[in-house]
Protein backbone atom coordinates (compact mmCIF):
# COMPACT_ATOMS: atom_id res chain seq x y z
CA UNK A 1 0.00 0.00 0.00
CA UNK A 2 1.98 3.16 -0.91
CA UNK A 3 1.71 5.64 1.83
CA UNK A 4 -0.86 8.30 2.81
CA UNK A 5 1.38 10.96 2.72
CA UNK A 6 1.18 10.44 -1.19
CA UNK A 7 -2.47 11.85 -1.20
CA UNK A 8 -0.37 15.47 -0.08
CA UNK A 9 1.98 15.22 -3.22
CA UNK A 10 0.48 13.85 -6.24
CA UNK A 11 0.55 16.30 -9.02
CA UNK A 12 -2.82 18.14 -9.20
CA UNK A 13 -2.04 18.87 -5.35
CA UNK A 14 1.61 20.71 -6.67
CA UNK A 15 -0.12 22.60 -9.68
CA UNK A 16 2.05 19.77 -12.36
CA UNK A 17 1.06 18.58 -16.19
CA UNK A 18 -0.12 15.17 -16.24
CA UNK A 19 0.77 13.23 -19.11
CA UNK A 20 -1.94 13.05 -22.05
CA UNK A 21 -3.22 9.61 -21.56
CA UNK A 22 -5.84 8.79 -24.27
CA UNK A 23 -8.41 9.16 -22.14
CA UNK A 24 -7.42 12.66 -20.91
CA UNK A 25 -7.12 13.75 -24.45
CA UNK A 26 -10.81 12.30 -25.57
CA UNK A 27 -11.71 14.73 -22.39
CA UNK A 28 -9.81 17.41 -23.32
CA UNK A 29 -10.76 17.38 -26.81
CA UNK A 30 -15.22 17.07 -25.64
CA UNK A 31 -14.05 20.10 -23.18
CA UNK A 32 -12.97 22.24 -26.43
CA UNK A 33 -16.02 22.07 -27.54
CA UNK A 34 -17.48 24.05 -25.47
CA UNK A 35 -15.90 27.21 -27.00
CA UNK A 36 -18.58 26.50 -29.61
CA UNK A 37 -21.30 27.18 -27.04
CA UNK A 38 -21.05 30.55 -25.94
CA UNK A 39 -24.46 31.38 -25.41
CA UNK A 40 -24.97 28.01 -23.30
CA UNK A 41 -22.32 29.17 -21.01
CA UNK A 42 -23.41 33.02 -20.77
CA UNK A 43 -26.80 31.66 -19.62
CA UNK A 44 -25.35 29.10 -16.51
CA UNK A 45 -25.55 31.57 -13.48
CA UNK A 46 -22.04 32.21 -12.23
CA UNK A 47 -20.12 29.70 -9.71
CA UNK A 48 -19.48 31.32 -6.13
CA UNK A 49 -15.79 30.45 -4.98
CA UNK A 50 -15.53 29.20 -1.07
CA UNK A 51 -12.49 29.39 0.87
CA UNK A 52 -12.31 26.16 3.21
CA UNK A 53 -9.15 26.07 5.31
CA UNK A 54 -7.98 23.15 6.95
CA UNK A 55 -4.76 22.98 9.44
CA UNK A 56 -3.55 19.62 9.04
CA UNK A 57 -1.33 18.08 11.95
CA UNK A 58 0.91 15.90 10.83
CA UNK A 59 2.84 15.43 14.10
CA UNK A 60 0.54 14.71 16.73
CA UNK A 61 -1.13 11.63 18.12
CA UNK A 62 -3.85 11.83 15.17
CA UNK A 63 -1.16 12.04 12.35
CA UNK A 64 -2.38 9.13 10.76
CA UNK A 65 -5.83 9.83 10.74
CA UNK A 66 -5.56 13.26 9.81
CA UNK A 67 -3.87 12.84 6.82
CA UNK A 68 -6.23 10.16 5.75
CA UNK A 69 -9.76 12.46 6.62
CA UNK A 70 -8.20 15.31 4.90
CA UNK A 71 -7.38 12.46 1.92
CA UNK A 72 -11.44 11.44 1.91
CA UNK A 73 -12.45 15.34 2.32
CA UNK A 74 -10.15 16.43 -0.65
CA UNK A 75 -11.56 14.11 -3.74
CA UNK A 76 -14.97 14.94 -2.63
CA UNK A 77 -13.66 18.65 -2.80
CA UNK A 78 -12.07 17.64 -6.29
CA UNK A 79 -15.17 15.63 -7.39
CA UNK A 80 -17.96 18.58 -6.21
CA UNK A 81 -15.46 21.50 -8.08
CA UNK A 82 -15.56 19.20 -11.62
CA UNK A 83 -19.33 18.88 -11.23
CA UNK A 84 -19.77 22.03 -12.12
CA UNK A 85 -22.30 22.75 -9.35
CA UNK A 86 -22.85 26.15 -8.06
CA UNK A 87 -20.47 26.67 -5.41
CA UNK A 88 -16.51 26.14 -6.09
CA UNK A 89 -14.52 24.98 -3.14
CA UNK A 90 -11.18 26.50 -2.74
CA UNK A 91 -9.48 23.94 -0.31
CA UNK A 92 -6.49 25.40 1.51
CA UNK A 93 -4.38 22.84 3.18
CA UNK A 94 -1.65 24.28 5.86
CA UNK A 95 0.58 22.21 8.22
CA UNK A 96 -0.39 23.28 11.84
CA UNK A 97 2.21 23.91 14.10
CA UNK A 98 2.50 21.62 17.34
CA UNK A 99 1.84 24.36 19.62
CA UNK A 100 -2.16 25.35 19.54
CA UNK A 101 -1.73 28.98 20.27
CA UNK A 102 0.37 29.05 17.10
CA UNK A 103 -1.81 26.98 15.03
CA UNK A 104 -5.17 29.42 16.14
CA UNK A 105 -2.67 32.08 14.53
CA UNK A 106 -2.41 30.26 11.26
CA UNK A 107 -6.60 29.71 11.77
CA UNK A 108 -6.69 33.77 11.78
CA UNK A 109 -3.94 33.80 9.27
CA UNK A 110 -6.72 31.74 6.79
CA UNK A 111 -9.38 33.88 7.80
CA UNK A 112 -8.13 37.25 7.22
CA UNK A 113 -5.46 36.50 4.45
CA UNK A 114 -7.22 33.95 2.67
CA UNK A 115 -10.65 35.11 3.14
CA UNK A 116 -11.28 31.12 4.78
CA UNK A 117 -14.94 31.52 6.36
CA UNK A 118 -14.69 27.82 7.58
CA UNK A 119 -12.16 25.73 8.87
CA UNK A 120 -12.40 21.93 8.21
CA UNK A 121 -11.27 18.85 10.14
CA UNK A 122 -9.35 20.50 13.50
CA UNK A 123 -8.39 17.07 15.54
CA UNK A 124 -7.95 16.67 19.44
CA UNK A 125 -5.45 19.01 19.63
CA UNK A 126 -6.27 22.01 17.90
CA UNK A 127 -9.95 22.12 18.46
CA UNK A 128 -10.22 23.00 22.46
CA UNK A 129 -8.08 26.16 20.92
CA UNK A 130 -9.79 27.05 17.83
CA UNK A 131 -13.60 26.48 19.65
CA UNK A 132 -12.67 29.00 22.53
CA UNK A 133 -10.74 31.75 19.80
CA UNK A 134 -13.21 34.90 20.57
CA UNK A 135 -11.46 36.31 17.85
CA UNK A 136 -12.82 33.51 15.47
CA UNK A 137 -16.03 34.21 16.59
CA UNK A 138 -15.93 37.79 15.71
CA UNK A 139 -14.89 36.91 12.39
CA UNK A 140 -17.57 34.37 12.16
CA UNK A 141 -15.77 31.41 11.28
CA UNK A 142 -17.36 28.52 10.98
CA UNK A 143 -15.06 24.89 12.37
CA UNK A 144 -16.70 22.18 10.38
CA UNK A 145 -16.74 18.23 10.71
CA UNK A 146 -13.73 18.25 13.38
CA UNK A 147 -11.56 14.76 13.29
CA UNK A 148 -12.14 15.48 16.84
CA UNK A 149 -14.61 13.21 19.20
CA UNK A 150 -14.38 16.17 22.02
CA UNK A 151 -17.84 17.12 23.50
CA UNK A 152 -17.20 21.18 22.93
CA UNK A 153 -20.05 23.46 23.93
CA UNK A 154 -19.27 26.08 21.32
CA UNK A 155 -21.95 27.59 18.55
CA UNK A 156 -19.48 27.77 15.29
CA UNK A 157 -18.40 23.92 15.65
CA UNK A 158 -20.64 21.82 13.35
CA UNK A 159 -19.59 18.16 14.26
CA UNK A 160 -20.34 15.18 11.67
CA UNK A 161 -20.03 12.42 14.18
CA UNK A 162 -20.08 10.78 17.48
CA UNK A 163 -18.28 11.99 20.65
CA UNK A 164 -16.11 9.78 22.47
CA UNK A 165 -18.79 9.31 25.58
CA UNK A 166 -21.08 7.95 22.95
CA UNK A 167 -18.46 5.27 21.38
CA UNK A 168 -17.58 4.37 24.95
CA UNK A 169 -21.20 3.51 26.06
CA UNK A 170 -21.87 1.99 22.56
CA UNK A 171 -18.86 -0.19 23.10
CA UNK A 172 -19.59 -1.40 26.55
CA UNK A 173 -23.57 -2.09 25.38
CA UNK A 174 -22.78 -4.04 22.35
CA UNK A 175 -19.63 -6.28 24.24
CA UNK A 176 -22.71 -7.03 27.07
CA UNK A 177 -24.78 -7.95 23.63
CA UNK A 178 -22.25 -10.54 22.41
CA UNK A 179 -22.19 -12.17 25.93
CA UNK A 180 -19.09 -10.24 27.78
CA UNK A 181 -19.65 -9.75 30.94
CA UNK A 182 -16.20 -9.36 32.36
CA UNK A 183 -15.19 -6.31 30.45
CA UNK A 184 -12.10 -3.69 31.90
CA UNK A 185 -11.25 0.08 31.27
CA UNK A 186 -7.69 1.00 30.91
CA UNK A 187 -7.72 4.77 30.67
CA UNK A 188 -5.11 6.88 29.46
CA UNK A 189 -3.58 10.47 31.28
CA UNK A 190 -3.99 12.15 28.36
CA UNK A 191 -7.31 10.83 27.37
CA UNK A 192 -8.71 11.65 30.76
CA UNK A 193 -7.32 15.48 30.62
CA UNK A 194 -8.80 16.30 27.39
CA UNK A 195 -12.02 14.08 27.02
CA UNK A 196 -13.50 14.21 29.91
CA UNK A 197 -15.18 17.40 29.48
CA UNK A 198 -16.11 17.67 33.22
CA UNK A 199 -13.08 16.17 35.35
CA UNK A 200 -13.89 13.23 37.08
CA UNK A 201 -17.60 12.62 37.13
CA UNK A 202 -17.29 11.62 33.11
CA UNK A 203 -14.63 9.12 34.48
CA UNK A 204 -16.80 8.05 37.74
CA UNK A 205 -20.17 7.71 35.16
CA UNK A 206 -18.23 5.70 33.02
CA UNK A 207 -16.93 3.01 35.89
CA UNK A 208 -20.76 3.18 36.93
CA UNK A 209 -22.26 2.12 33.64
CA UNK A 210 -19.41 -0.29 33.20
CA UNK A 211 -19.58 -1.84 37.24
CA UNK A 212 -15.55 -1.77 37.29
CA UNK A 213 -12.55 0.53 38.75
CA UNK A 214 -10.99 2.00 35.24
CA UNK A 215 -7.03 1.05 35.54
CA UNK A 216 -4.57 4.03 34.75
CA UNK A 217 -2.60 3.87 31.65
CA UNK A 218 1.01 5.60 32.39
CA UNK A 219 4.21 5.96 30.16
CA UNK A 220 5.11 2.19 30.77
CA UNK A 221 2.12 0.01 30.39
CA UNK A 222 3.13 -3.09 32.02
CA UNK A 223 1.79 -2.44 35.39
CA UNK A 224 -1.26 -1.45 34.01
CA UNK A 225 -1.62 -4.89 32.07
CA UNK A 226 -0.34 -6.90 35.22
CA UNK A 227 -3.40 -5.88 36.90
CA UNK A 228 -5.58 -5.94 33.85
CA UNK A 229 -4.35 -9.57 33.54
CA UNK A 230 -5.53 -10.88 37.00
CA UNK A 231 -9.37 -10.66 36.43
CA UNK A 232 -9.15 -12.48 32.97
CA UNK A 233 -11.37 -10.14 31.62
CA UNK A 234 -13.12 -11.15 27.70
CA UNK A 235 -12.45 -7.72 26.74
CA UNK A 236 -10.76 -4.36 27.63
CA UNK A 237 -11.51 -1.30 26.38
CA UNK A 238 -8.62 1.24 25.98
CA UNK A 239 -9.34 4.68 25.91
CA UNK A 240 -6.58 6.61 24.62
CA UNK A 241 -4.46 7.32 20.96
CA UNK A 242 -2.72 4.88 19.03
CA UNK A 243 -0.02 4.36 20.58
CA UNK A 244 -1.55 3.36 24.26
CA UNK A 245 -3.86 1.40 22.62
CA UNK A 246 -0.81 -0.71 21.03
CA UNK A 247 1.34 -0.54 23.84
CA UNK A 248 -1.21 -2.41 26.57
CA UNK A 249 -2.16 -4.74 23.78
CA UNK A 250 1.85 -6.04 23.83
CA UNK A 251 2.34 -5.52 27.53
CA UNK A 252 -0.96 -7.66 27.96
CA UNK A 253 0.27 -10.15 25.32
CA UNK A 254 3.60 -10.88 27.47
CA UNK A 255 1.13 -11.34 30.39
CA UNK A 256 -0.73 -14.02 28.51
CA UNK A 257 -3.91 -12.62 27.61
CA UNK A 258 -5.60 -11.88 24.03
CA UNK A 259 -8.96 -11.12 24.18
CA UNK A 260 -10.86 -8.49 22.12
CA UNK A 261 -8.60 -5.47 22.76
CA UNK A 262 -10.96 -2.41 21.99
CA UNK A 263 -10.31 1.20 20.93
CA UNK A 264 -12.05 4.55 20.24
CA UNK A 265 -11.66 6.06 16.75
CA UNK A 266 -8.68 7.67 17.40
CA UNK A 267 -6.63 4.91 17.01
CA UNK A 268 -5.13 4.56 13.78
CA UNK A 269 -5.86 0.55 12.66
CA UNK A 270 -2.73 0.74 10.33
CA UNK A 271 -0.71 1.98 12.90
CA UNK A 272 -1.46 -0.20 15.80
CA UNK A 273 -1.15 -3.45 13.51
CA UNK A 274 2.18 -2.09 12.84
CA UNK A 275 3.01 -1.60 16.62
CA UNK A 276 1.37 -4.92 17.57
CA UNK A 277 3.48 -6.61 15.49
CA UNK A 278 2.74 -9.68 12.80
CA UNK A 279 2.30 -12.34 15.20
CA UNK A 280 -0.12 -10.60 17.37
CA UNK A 281 -3.12 -13.49 18.24
CA UNK A 282 -5.40 -10.98 19.86
CA UNK A 283 -8.38 -9.27 18.74
CA UNK A 284 -8.99 -6.05 17.43
CA UNK A 285 -11.72 -3.98 17.63
CA UNK A 286 -12.06 -0.01 16.90
CA UNK A 287 -14.76 2.30 17.18
CA UNK A 288 -16.32 3.50 13.72
CA UNK A 289 -17.81 6.85 13.78
CA UNK A 290 -19.02 6.59 10.04
CA UNK A 291 -19.49 3.62 7.92
CA UNK A 292 -16.50 1.47 7.19
CA UNK A 293 -15.13 -0.17 3.54
CA UNK A 294 -16.97 -2.99 4.45
CA UNK A 295 -20.42 -1.27 4.38
CA UNK A 296 -20.26 -1.93 0.46
CA UNK A 297 -23.78 -1.72 0.03
CA UNK A 298 -24.15 2.48 1.21
CA UNK A 299 -24.48 4.65 -1.62
CA UNK A 300 -21.64 7.22 -0.12
CA UNK A 301 -19.07 4.08 0.43
CA UNK A 302 -19.15 2.76 -3.61
CA UNK A 303 -18.75 6.63 -4.51
CA UNK A 304 -16.24 7.10 -1.99
CA UNK A 305 -14.18 3.81 -3.19
CA UNK A 306 -14.87 5.18 -6.78
CA UNK A 307 -13.62 8.56 -6.67
CA UNK A 308 -10.34 7.45 -4.22
CA UNK A 309 -9.28 5.05 -7.05
CA UNK A 310 -10.16 8.19 -9.28
CA UNK A 311 -8.82 10.85 -7.94
CA UNK A 312 -6.08 9.51 -5.54
CA UNK A 313 -5.54 6.08 -6.46
CA UNK A 314 -5.15 4.86 -2.78
CA UNK A 315 -7.42 2.35 -0.92
CA UNK A 316 -10.20 3.67 1.54
CA UNK A 317 -10.24 3.74 4.97
CA UNK A 318 -12.91 4.63 7.84
CA UNK A 319 -10.75 7.84 8.72
CA UNK A 320 -10.91 8.57 4.63
CA UNK A 321 -14.74 7.75 4.49
CA UNK A 322 -15.55 9.93 7.09
CA UNK A 323 -13.65 12.91 5.86
CA UNK A 324 -15.57 12.26 2.39
CA UNK A 325 -18.71 12.46 4.35
CA UNK A 326 -17.72 15.83 6.15
CA UNK A 327 -17.02 17.72 3.03
CA UNK A 328 -20.42 15.72 0.96
CA UNK A 329 -22.20 17.83 3.56
CA UNK A 330 -20.71 20.60 3.56
CA UNK A 331 -20.77 20.84 -0.03
CA UNK A 332 -24.08 19.85 -0.42
CA UNK A 333 -25.08 22.53 2.59
CA UNK A 334 -23.23 25.62 0.48
CA UNK A 335 -25.25 24.99 -2.61
CA UNK A 336 -28.41 26.73 -0.10
CA UNK A 337 -25.99 29.71 0.99
CA UNK A 338 -25.65 32.76 -1.09
CA UNK A 339 -22.49 34.38 0.56
CA UNK A 340 -24.43 36.81 2.41
CA UNK A 341 -22.72 36.45 5.88
CA UNK A 342 -22.36 34.51 8.88
CA UNK A 343 -25.38 34.52 9.51
CA UNK A 344 -26.93 33.06 6.84
CA UNK A 345 -23.82 30.45 6.30
CA UNK A 346 -25.04 29.40 9.68
CA UNK A 347 -28.65 28.86 8.58
CA UNK A 348 -27.48 27.28 5.28
CA UNK A 349 -25.14 24.66 7.84
CA UNK A 350 -28.26 24.00 9.99
CA UNK A 351 -29.84 21.61 7.72
CA UNK A 352 -30.08 17.64 7.06
CA UNK A 353 -28.72 16.08 4.06
CA UNK A 354 -28.66 12.53 2.76
CA UNK A 355 -25.05 11.79 1.71
CA UNK A 356 -26.28 8.62 -0.06
CA UNK A 357 -27.81 5.96 2.22
CA UNK A 358 -25.84 7.83 5.28
CA UNK A 359 -28.09 11.01 6.79
CA UNK A 360 -26.61 14.21 8.57
CA UNK A 361 -28.98 16.11 10.51
CA UNK A 362 -28.44 19.51 11.96
CA UNK A 363 -31.68 20.45 12.45
CA UNK A 364 -32.23 20.03 15.96
CA UNK A 365 -28.31 21.38 17.12
CA UNK A 366 -24.78 20.84 15.91
CA UNK A 367 -23.77 17.47 16.39
CA UNK A 368 -25.27 16.00 12.95
CA UNK A 369 -24.74 12.09 13.61
CA UNK A 370 -24.31 9.98 16.62
CA UNK A 371 -23.54 7.05 14.72
CA UNK A 372 -21.28 4.52 16.43
CA UNK A 373 -20.44 0.83 15.12
CA UNK A 374 -17.63 -1.94 16.44
CA UNK A 375 -15.47 -3.33 14.25
CA UNK A 376 -13.18 -6.25 14.64
CA UNK A 377 -10.54 -6.98 12.99
CA UNK A 378 -7.17 -9.64 13.25
CA UNK A 379 -3.94 -8.20 14.03
CA UNK A 380 -3.02 -8.98 10.54
Not at 32 to 43: F, N, R, S, T
Not at 53 to 77: N, W
Not at 120 to 147: K, N, T
Amino acid sequence: MPSILHCLSYPSLRGETLPASPRRRQLMAALGGLAAAPLALAQSPARRTVVVGHLLDRSGAQADLARDYLAGAKVMFDAANAAGGPVRIAHVVRDADADPRTALAQALSLADGEHAELLFGPGDRLLPALAASPELHRRGVQIVAPLSGLALNADNVWFTRADYQAELDTAVKQLRDYGLTRVALAVSAEFAATASGNGASWLAGLESTMGTRAVPLGGNPDAAARSIATQRPGAVIVAGDTLAYAGLGRALAAQGWYGFLVGLSAVSPAVAREVLGAGYPGGMVLTQVAPGPQAATLRVVKEHVARMKQYLDEPPSPATIAGYIGAAWLVRALGAWRGNGAVELRRALQTRVDVGDFALDFTQGQRGSRYVQLAASGAR
